[in-house]
């Protein structure tokens, strides 16, 4: 089946994230994403057997979190209970926290990580922060904070400012536009870049080696 153009764009909310960390700087490929169905590559045996050990580490994590927020009187709500979608004029976000808890007139917004630490992290809940009050937390005027759970302990997210605000906004518009960003292929993202149709794709999916043996 043929790319095709969506007719109205949708994205998921861990498109973003690594761009606005500026850990990848391949605005193309969140573009693509967001206004085309597309064809994905095939994943590789490596690739599907990471992804098992990923969930069943991120699951356990997630979990165990989970239950010490129960045993302190929060309701929790576990990723499809606490999914949301904004409908925007041109585009839609759409993405499920790891663990909504509610106590009373506050709600702790977290997301766990199996790996290691990464600035994306905390923009993965700083976009949570500004899409749920918005979406099905609108009207309670819960006060709301955010939390990284790593696999060595919990890492509060700074308060959602107008200056992450803007960031996020900003970003949703330039992977919605009309206008294609230019691609910056580079080995690291097109190695695990999902579009198969993709022109810009670095040719080379391994680092380059050189001889050396004349040195050492």
Not at 132 to 158: A, F, H, I, N, Q
């Amino acid at each position: 089946m043929a790319d095709r153009k969506r007719p109205k764009g949708y994205i998921w909310v861990t498109w973003l994230i690594k761009l606005l960390a500026k850990e990848d700087k391949c605005w193309y490929r969140g573009w693509y994403k967001t206004t085309h169905k597309y064809e994905k590559t095939p994943d590789d045996e490596d690739r599907t057997a990471f992804f098992t050990e990923w969930t069943a580490k991120h699951d356990k994590l997630v979990n165990r979190r989970a239950d010490v927020l129960k045993e302190k009187g929060y309701v929790i709500r576990l990723e499809d209970e606490g999914a949301f979608k904004l409908v925007g004029a041109r585009a839609d976000l759409a993405g499920k926290p790891d663990i909504v808890a509610i106590e009373k007139d506050h709600a702790i917004v977290i997301d766990g990580k199996s790996g290691k630490r990464r600035k994306s992290d905390h923009w993965q809940v700083l976009i949570y922060l500004f899409a749920l009050p918005l979406s099905w937390m609108r009207g309670t005027e819960l006060k709301l904070k955010g939390e990284v759970e790593y696999k060595d302990g919990t890492v509060p997210v700074r308060e959602l400012g107008d200056a992450e605000r803007n960031e996020i906004v900003a970003a949703i518009k330039k992977v919605s536009g009309e206008e294609a960003p230019e691609a910056s292929p580079s080995i690291g993202e097109c190695r695990y870049c999902d579009i198969a149709a993709c022109t810009f794709r670095s040719k080379n999916s391994a680092v380059p080696e050189g001889d050396a043996t004349r040195f050492f």
